[in-house]
């Protein structure tokens, strides 16, 4: 398999390796069975396939697409680096990975002289294996001279430098002696763009998976300019130039050289630096598919209908992040308040399990496109440790799953007409909405509970610049585009806003928030005075009137095991303290029931629809930090012990600090908490009579009152 590096949108329908010329091995992978083939050329030795995330996703619900780690890097056979690269290799070994994946022809995509070059290769010598070529950040060096700063590096390549700065850093001796702090500054310069942090500890990640020594190999004599013309002017299919204008590797001339020699069709990006489809990857995705479109067979007749606007019922598109499952209830609970607004309101949901098993439930309807979506609760559960799961790096590693899933939205609201969109922390959309306004079709509501990512003081100074740079952008984002969010609601009231900074230099969150957003107030998925009487309550769940329950629930993650499995540790000793006691265990969607310790008496279950009805009935709640069950059981007035996940800042911080506002809840410890302190907690809540700040109802009408003006 290709290196797998962070979490993936999908994996490979087909993968195997294939042997080259000279002996190596090369992994290769297939996603998708489309009618055009597009093979993405690794950028080796100083990265693999993995540069090329972004694009797999989307390109392969619609073509066929094959990567493939070249030698030297990802899990790919390294040369001897005693020899010499050969500058035949890199064409050689695409020949074979096209052999190898049955590919008669392609469209070959490549970045820079390490895949531009190979491509022109085969293009001149085997025309029948390609239909077309993508050139990114084009290197054909023999065209035209390469950025200064970096020609002059060139020029000291192999002399040795005292203390080396900016570019003197492409330099031999100091490439082998520091290999991180070269990759650290050439990719730096590879993406120029402003928050770009991501973007190049990715790229820096992916150079470490191959050797020093082999970047650094002699190469064989490169071809002469007449020579290269020449090549050029063998290639007789169409050609794609991608060229940003702040290209810090291969300037500008270049690019326009190949495309003036091949009369290419050229997108011209200003502001990218190298690396576009990385950093700009919604614009190139687009790019590289309408190209490649070109090549398909003509398609089979369509048969459309169109309504007239004034005929269409109204329609909204609402989309609810996965992570929780209590992001979905409040979200039914507006969508029930908004058609009773709009009547005969269409709602569809574009979600994914285990949002879509909720929805089922309550009756809502599931867009067909859902099943395109990459899983967003998959690659958050490979996050989480042992009660932990570091809330801000979970959102940072995202970065594939989160393209690919706009990506499916960006077509859906393309091919559909919907009169509103709402994302309910859906952060795939909002982002990539303000990176390319001009995607907005329809009046758009942003809807979360909190706003800003705070850093954790185990991630030090690095992670307080990468939080404050991560809200410096969301900032400039809202000031540059202040109309993108046509309603933006904040899931609660004003003092549930943290007063932390967002950065320096940036006001604080408190402040930001309260000047951008309307606010709803909470919203639960029921109201507390409709649930009725409480003895009557339990007896309906089974519940004795001699128990004392205590309902143990993990919500709607895997981050929750590990404090399951203590709890239930705790329960003899409890027990012991309250013979009375029964504890219930609600392991939820994401976490086999199976896998919980048996234990005598006590009692597992899986996921529970309308938990909130055993939150109110129980005796006393036990769950990690996450908001919607603790305002649950905040809203029911009942006590209950909250464990916050380690390093999540959204529990540690902005909930934690709700939760202090409505004095609800006995914050835990579980790094020192034991299960004796569990079990004495346990026993202590269950003899307090709670005395919390209420939680006003109404929270869903309030946001469906912002939200209907929209809709007409």
Request: net charge negative; charged share 25%.
């Amino acid at each position: 398999m290709i290196t797998e590096t962070g979490a993936r949108a999908r994996t490979a329908d087909v993968f195997g390796r294939v042997r080259t010329a000279d002996g190596l091995t090369l992994p290769w992978e297939i996603h998708g069975d489309g009618p055009t083939t597009i093979v993405f050329l690794p950028p080796n030795p100083i990265s693999h396939a993995r540069l090329w995330k972004a694009q797999i996703h989307y390109l392969a619900r619609r073509h066929r697409a094959v990567v493939y780690d070249g030698r030297g890097n990802g899990g790919a056979d390294a040369p001897d680096p005693a020899g010499t690269w050969d500058s035949a290799w890199r064409a050689d070994d695409c020949l074979a990975v096209l052999d190898a994946t049955e590919t008669e022809r392609a469209v070959l995509v490549g970045i820079c002289g390490d895949g531009v070059r190979p491509s022109l290769e085969i293009a001149a010598a085997h025309p029948e294996r390609v239909h077309g070529l993508v050139a990114i950040g084009t290197g054909v060096g023999q065209l035209a001279p390469a950025p200064e700063l970096r020609r002059r590096a060139i020029e000291t390549f192999t002399d040795v430098l005292d203390d080396p700065r900016g570019w003197e850093k492409y330099n031999e001796h100091y490439i082998r002696s520091n290999y991180r702090g070269f990759l650290e500054f050439f990719f730096g310069e590879m993406f120029p763009e402003p928050h770009s942090e991501k973007h190049v500890e990715d790229a820096v990640a992916y150079g470490l998976d191959g050797p020093v020594e082999v970047l650094l190999m002699d190469e064989s004599a490169a071809d002469t300019k007449e020579e290269t013309l020449d090549l050029i002017g063998r290639v007789r299919c169409p050609v794609l130039v991608v060229h940003g204008d702040c290209d810090n590797c291969q300037g500008t001339e270049r690019a326009l050289a190949l495309a003036d020699l091949t009369g290419a069709d050229v997108l011209w990006i200003e502001g990218a630096g190298h690396i576009p489809q990385a950093r700009h990857p919604v614009l190139v995705n687009r790019a590289i598919d309408e190209f490649a479109l070109r090549f398909a067979p003509p398609a089979t007749p369509v048969r459309r209908t169109w309504i007239h606007p004034a005929r269409r019922s109204r329609r909204a598109l609402l989309v609810s992040s996965p992570i929780g499952l209590g992001h979905a209830w409040r979200d039914v609970a507006v969508a029930r308040e908004l058609r009773k607004l709009v009547p005969g309101l269409d709602v569809q949901w574009l979600a994914q399990p285990p949002v879509t098993t909720l929805l089922a439930a309550c009756g809502e309807s599931v867009h067909p496109a859902s099943a395109e979506l990459a899983s967003e609760a998959a690659a958050v559960d490979a996050e989480t440790g042992e009660h932990e799961l570091h809330a801000f790096e979970m959102l940072r590693r995202l970065d594939e799953v989160f393209v690919a899933n706009f990506m499916v939205f960006d077509d859906l609201v393309r091919d559909e007409p919907f009169d509103l969109w709402i994302a309910d922390e859906a952060w795939e959309v909002d982002y990539f909405l303000h990176e390319n306004p001009e995607r907005k079709r329809a009046p758009y509501v942003w809807m979360t509970d909190f706003v800003g990512v705070l850093p954790m003081p185990a991630g030090g100074e690095r992670e307080a610049y990468l939080a404050a740079d991560w809200n410096a952008q969301m900032v400039e984002h809202i000031a540059r585009w202040p109309s993108l969010r046509d309603v933006s609601i904040f899931i609660g009231d004003r003092e549930d806003v943290v007063d932390e900074p967002l950065g320096a230099g940036l006001p604080t969150i408190a402040e930001w928030t309260t000047e951008r957003f309307a606010f709803s107030g909470y919203i639960t998925s029921f109201d507390p005075g409709e649930l009725g009487d409480r003895d009557a309550l339990r007896r309906e769940l089974g519940y004795e009137a001699d128990e004392r329950v205590c309902v143990v629930a993990a919500g709607g993650s895997a981050a929750g095991l590990s404090l399951l499995e203590r709890v239930v540790a705790a329960f003899p000793e409890a027990k012991r303290l309250v013979p009375s006691l029964r504890m219930v265990v609600v392991a939820g969607p994401r976490i086999d029931p199976d896998s919980i310790p048996s234990v005598e008496g006590l009692e597992v279950h899986g996921y529970v629809h309308r938990l909130h009805r055993h939150l109110a009935a129980c005796d006393v709640g036990v769950a990690h930090g996450g908001l919607s069950t603790t305002m649950e059981l905040t809203a029911t007035g009942r006590p209950f012990l909250f464990f916050p996940l380690r390093n999540h800042f959204e529990q540690n911080g902005h909930v934690a600090h709700r939760l202090a506002r409505h004095g609800a809840g006995r914050r835990m410890s579980y790094e020192t908490d034991g299960t004796a302190d569990i079990a004495a907690a346990i026993a202590a809540e269950l003899e307090r009579a709670p005395s919390y700040r209420p939680v006003p109802p109404g929270g869903a009408r309030r946001a469906a009152e912002l939200i209907a003006p929209l809709v007409g």
